[in-house]
Nanobody, 118 residues
Framework: VQLQASGGGLVQTGGSLRLSCAASGRIFSNYRMAWFRQAPGKEREFVASINWSGSIANYADSVKGRFTISKGNAKNTVDLLMNSLKPEDTAVYYC????????????WGQGTLVTVSS
């Protein structure tokens, strides 16, 4: 499984960005996909996850109500729509995937940088 994240960039506080994760290889319907982020000097943290059908999503409290994870319009993509961005959302965002019967995310994309200016 290969994951390719894209869509990062520089945005002002209150702005929006849409990240996309393209998955290739042996993706099965029992996979769960997620976005994590890592800010400078901090540990990587969970942002949001969704099952492959797109019916069940979970969010970190810090982004709930502002971010939306969804299946993308393109085949085998997962998007993260980020609204009302804050400077503390600045981080490298990674997409990740795992089978639902595995606790650990085994597959990771290369990361895309999101910078929110104040």
């Amino acid at each position: 499984v290969q994951l390719q994240a894209s869509g990062g960039g520089l945005v002002q506080t209150g702005g929006s960005l849409r990240l996309s994760c393209a998955a290739s290889g042996r993706i099965f319907s029992n996979y769960r996909m997620a976005w994590f982020r890592q800010a400078p000097g901090k540990e990587r943290e969970f942002v949001a996850s969704i099952n492959w059908s797109g019916s069940i999503a979970n969010y970190a409290d810090s982004v709930k109500g502002r971010f939306t994870i969804s299946k993308g319009n393109a085949k085998n993509t997962v998007d993260l729509l980020m609204n009302s961005l804050k400077p503390e959302d600045t981080a490298v965002y990674y997409c990740a995937g795992r089978p639902i019967d595995v606790a650990k995310y085994d597959y990771w994309g290369q990361g895309t940088l999101v910078t929110v200016s104040s």
